[in-house]
């Protein structure tokens, strides 16, 4: 099976500042990840889909690279409402999610 | 609009069995993939079972052997029967649907998510 692994597992950073998050697969899956962000007691919401793809009703400020085992999810200014936990997913060989990113505003 | 509704979560003891529903509206589940998806309490999200438009199904390694995926098509219904539990299987379960586009595929719209709970 495809292992996901993100880094770093938490961050804290300020507000309007500009934030990566890495995802890393054990084998190639092309283009095929996805990005999620969930919010304490909610279902996941879709952020990026196909690497880069930014889902409908997104912010502009989201934004996703890569390709084969390295992946990057950013956000170029960082908002109070962005704090989240951000998760990475493969739809290469069955499907595999990352261990998760929380991510703190200051 | 797409609506997933989870239902039958509940207290199970070791060992025991449970079914899982998931009622859709706003769509066909027999014509989508369609997605089991599990959150240990303060854990991360964890992939358990897909079953394709085709019928056919996967499961993650922790639940194979012991969950099954189905669909009721009468009642736009997927479902998860969870036989043999284990203390390990305390989650929230989410059923998901998945958008299949140009080779690639992603989970696009989720229910609320229903709680088993796992304990003697």
């Known amino acids: 099976d495809v292992q996901m692994t993100q880094s770093p597992s938490s961050l804290s950073a300020s507000v309007g500042d500009r934030v990566t998050i890495t995802c890393r697969a054990s084998?190639?899956?092309?283009?095929?990840l996805n990005w999620y962000q969930q919010k304490p007691g909610k279902a996941p919401n879709l952020l990026i889909y196909?690497?880069?793809t930014l889902q409908s009703g997104v912010p502009s400020r989201f934004s996703g690279s890569g390709s084969g085992t390295t992946f990057t999810l950013t956000i170029s200014s960082l908002r109070p409402e962005d704090s989240a936990t951000y998760y990475c997913q493969q739809s290469s060989v069955k499907r595999t999610f990352g261990q998760g990113t929380k991510l703190e505003t200051k | 609009e797409v609506q997933l509704v989870e239902s039958g979560g509940n207290l199970v003891k070791p060992g025991g069995c449970l079914k899982l529903?998931?009622?859709?509206?706003?769509?066909?589940?027999?014509?989508?993939?369609m997605s089991w998806v599990r959150q240990a309490p303060g854990k991360g999200l964890e992939w358990v079972a897909i079953i394709y438009n085709t019928g056919g199904k996967y499961y993650a390694d922790s639940v194979k052997d012991r969950f099954t995926i189905s669909r009721d098509n009468s009642e736009n219904t997927l479902h998860l029967q969870m036989n043999s539990v284990r203390v390990e299987d305390t989650a929230i379960y989410y059923c998901?649907?998945?958008?299949?586009?140009?080779?690639?595929?992603?989970?696009?719209?989720w229910g609320q998510g229903t709680l088993v709970t796992v304990s003697s």
């Open positions: 998901a649907r998945i958008l299949v586009r140009g080779g690639g595929d992603w989970f696009d719209s």
């Open positions: 529903s998931c009622a859709a509206s706003g769509f066909t589940v027999s014509s989508n993939y």
């Open positions: 084998q190639s899956i092309d283009s095929h």
């Open positions: 196909e690497t880069s």
